[in-house]
């Protein structure tokens, strides 16, 4: 059973980079699309970005010049940095996995991790 | 960018069916996924691709995309299936993942 992990700081202050990480865990990391996911408290979800276990990265283009997602597959796992954060920024960050099947959707999911930005 | 649409709520009551519209321009043109996710929890697909279920996920579950709407369909509804539902697809002309605002199902 694949299983997905986030890590990182709970708090963030402003303007300052916001960095996760998501484990990988019963399965392989390589064929999938390795995905950031986020969800504001009380609102709806909200893609930023996936990096394919290739190398090849997809951004949200309104976080375009913000966000990067990174992988190291020996360690199987894949990385977030959201830099000069905002109180928009706060929300849960979940990890998920893109399967083609023949459309990108998310099959696997962490549990997330939750976000505060403040000072 | 793509916009899609769903109604904040839907009340069904238990054994009845539920219908959770998603609207979006020619989103027959599209693959819709949709997630279920319960308080506390992370999403988790409950169709793909239109009208697949993934493993695990009842059949009393479907899904369809015509015209304007696409459609998750609960049958037999259970206490169970209280949830936010949200749908999503890929906007090419962005490049970008689309996901609805979501509709809550009460039962």
């Known amino acids: 059973q694949v299983q997905l992990l986030e890590s990182g700081p709970g708090l963030v202050k402003p303007s300052e980079t916001l960095s996760l990480t998501c484990n990988v865990s019963?399965?392989?990391?390589?064929?999938?699309?390795w995905t950031w996911i986020r969800q504001p408290p009380g609102k709806g979800l909200e893609w930023l970005g996936y990096?394919?276990?290739?190398?090849?990265?997809n951004y949200d283009p309104s976080l375009k010049s913000r966000v990067t997602i990174s992988i190291d597959t020996s360690k199987n796992q894949f990385s977030l940095r959201l830099s000069s954060v905002t109180a928009a920024d706060t929300a849960r960050y979940y990890c998920?996995?893109?399967?083609?099947?023949?459309?990108?959707?998310?099959?696997?999911w962490g549990q997330g991790s939750l976000v505060s930005v403040s000072s | 960018s793509y916009v899609l649409t769903q109604p904040p709520s839907v009340s069904v009551a238990p054994e009845k069916t539920a219908r959770i519209t998603c609207g979006g321009d020619?989103?027959?043109?599209?693959?819709v996924h949709w997630y279920q996710q319960k308080p506390g929890q992370a999403p988790v697909a409950v169709i793909y691709?239109?009208?697949d279920r993934p493993s695990g996920i009842p059949e009393r579950f479907s899904g369809s995309n015509s015209g304007n709407t696409a459609t998750l369909t609960i049958n037999r509804v259970e206490a169970g299936d209280e949830a936010d539902y949200f749908c999503?697809?890929?906007?090419?002309?962005?490049?970008?993942?689309?996901f609805g605002p979501g509709t809550t199902v009460t039962v």
């Open positions: 998920a996995r893109g399967r083609l099947s023949p459309m990108l959707y998310f099959d696997y």
């Open positions: 019963g399965g392989s990391i390589s064929g999938y699309y």
């Open positions: 990096i394919y276990y290739s190398g090849t990265t």
């Open positions: 020619n989103i027959e043109s599209k693959s």
């Open positions: 691709s239109d009208t």
């Open positions: 999503q697809v890929w906007d090419s002309s962005n490049n970008a993942f689309v």
